[in-house]
């Protein structure tokens, strides 16, 4: 009888530890500087971004990210990136523990306006993944941005915006050596207001949601965007 107390026990905290481990209601935060210059005149550039990303409001690490590329824009319709990203990623709660990914990706932006003042961007990205303590891994993902001025024609200075974007995650792989993965990974669902301080710098203040196979959490998203 001892033991089977002791089983059931044991099943129920595994059971209620294993639905404990990331607070779905708990609103997280993302704080990014997103950035991207030109070489001149030529059509060589970089581009980068910087996010802190927290479970919470502020001070449980869930990822500090940090990007870079060179870019290459053969006329204003498109973009192209090759670059490297290094992520830490924390635990969720009191601990303290991080793993760590290096990323390469490549990575197409195509702009185009719709009307007056619809401006869409296609973003097509892959990326080979090497994560800590898992096999070599791969991952696609697309992202629709809409951009829409609400105070004026474009998105240059003192302009009053609206940001949306969708962006979806599909693995490359099912098995990452350490167990296995769906093909979906992951959705990300935004919206918020920007402001164009100047022509080359906006802010935003929005919301995020980001759903997976397992989880919906919803993230406040603060970012400076910078052109020089």
């Given at each position: 009888?001892?033991?089977?107390?002791?089983?059931?026990?044991?099943?129920?905290?595994?059971?209620?530890?294993?639905?404990?481990?990331?607070?779905?209601?708990?609103?997280?935060?993302?704080?990014?500087?997103?950035?991207?210059?030109?070489?001149?005149?030529?059509?060589?550039?970089?581009?980068?971004?910087?996010?802190?990303?927290?479970?919470?409001?502020?001070g449980d690490l869930e990822q500090l990210l940090l990007r870079?590329?060179?870019?290459?824009?053969?006329?204003?319709s498109i973009k192209l990136t090759l670059g490297y990203a290094?992520?830490?990623?924390?635990?969720?709660?009191?601990?303290?523990?991080?793993?760590?990914?290096?990323?390469?990706?490549?990575?197409?932006?195509?702009?185009?306006?719709?009307?007056?003042?619809?401006?869409?961007?296609?973003?097509?990205?892959?990326?080979?993944?090497?994560?800590?303590?898992?096999?070599?891994?791969t991952r696609y993902r697309y992202n629709l941005f809409l951009?829409?001025?609400?105070?004026?024609?474009?998105?240059?200075?003192?302009?009053?915006?609206?940001?949306?974007?969708?962006?979806?995650?599909?693995?490359?792989?099912?098995?990452?050596?350490?167990?296995?993965?769906?093909?979906?990974?992951?959705?990300?669902?935004?919206?918020?207001?920007?402001?164009?301080?100047?022509?080359?710098?906006?802010?935003?203040?929005?919301?995020?949601?980001?759903?997976?196979?397992?989880?919906?959490?919803?993230?406040?998203?603060?970012?400076?965007?910078?052109?020089?």
């Amino acid at each position: 009888m001892k033991k089977l107390f002791l089983v059931l026990f044991l099943c129920f905290f595994s059971h209620f530890n294993s639905h404990a481990q990331v607070d779905e209601d708990q609103l997280g935060a993302w704080y990014m500087y997103i950035w991207n210059t030109e070489f001149g005149e030529s059509k060589f550039g970089l581009q980068g971004d910087a996010q802190y990303r927290n479970w919470n409001v502020l001070g449980d690490l869930e990822q500090l990210l940090l990007r870079a590329g060179f870019t290459y824009s053969p006329n204003s319709s498109i973009k192209l990136t090759l670059g490297y990203a290094n992520i830490t990623s924390g635990s969720f709660g009191d601990s303290n523990d991080t793993s760590s990914e290096n990323r390469i990706y490549q990575e197409a932006l195509l702009p185009h306006k719709i009307a007056n003042r619809i401006y869409l961007k296609h973003r097509f990205r892959y990326e080979q993944r090497w994560v800590e303590d898992q096999d070599f891994r791969t991952r696609y993902r697309y992202n629709l941005f809409l951009n829409i001025p609400l105070n004026q024609p474009d998105l240059n200075k003192n302009s009053i915006y609206l940001a949306l974007y969708n962006e979806i995650f599909i693995n490359g792989q099912k098995d990452v050596g350490n167990g296995r993965v769906e093909l979906f990974d992951r959705n990300r669902f935004y919206a918020a207001l920007g402001y164009a301080i100047k022509d080359n710098l906006k802010v935003q203040a929005g919301y995020m949601e980001q759903s997976t196979n397992d989880i919906s959490k919803g993230q406040l998203q603060l970012s400076l965007h910078h052109s020089f």
